[in-house]
């Protein structure tokens, strides 16, 4: 498998995506502020993106990390709740 580049780009609407740079599909991540967050970054929207995304890849990886492949995804009961609380 050959190993995938990335770019952050600024999208028409003003977003910001992650994106493959050799794929034109839906970005991985899609950023986007408000009119009063841009207000309050003074023009440091960008680089408040680029670190969002950073700790989002980083947090993903810690969490793969974490997974333990061996378990055996039976234990799961209907019991659990169907949403997800963050």
């Known amino acids: 498998m050959s190993p995938s580049f990335f770019e952050i780009v600024q999208l028409a609407n003003g977003d910001y ?3 493959r740079i050799d794929d034109d599909a839906a970005p991985l991540v899609r950023i986007s502020f408000s009119q009063e967050a841009r207000e309050m970054m003074e023009d440091r ?6 670190a969002m995304i950073a700790a989002g890849i980083e947090a993903a990886g810690n969490i793969a990390h974490d997974i333990d492949w061996d378990d055996d ?3 799961l009961t209907e019991s659990q709740p169907q949403y997800t609380l963050h």
Not at 45 to 50: G, L
């Open 17 to 19: 995506a992650l994106r």
């Open 45 to 50: 929207d960008m680089s408040v993106a680029k």
């Open 73 to 75: 995804d039976n234990d």
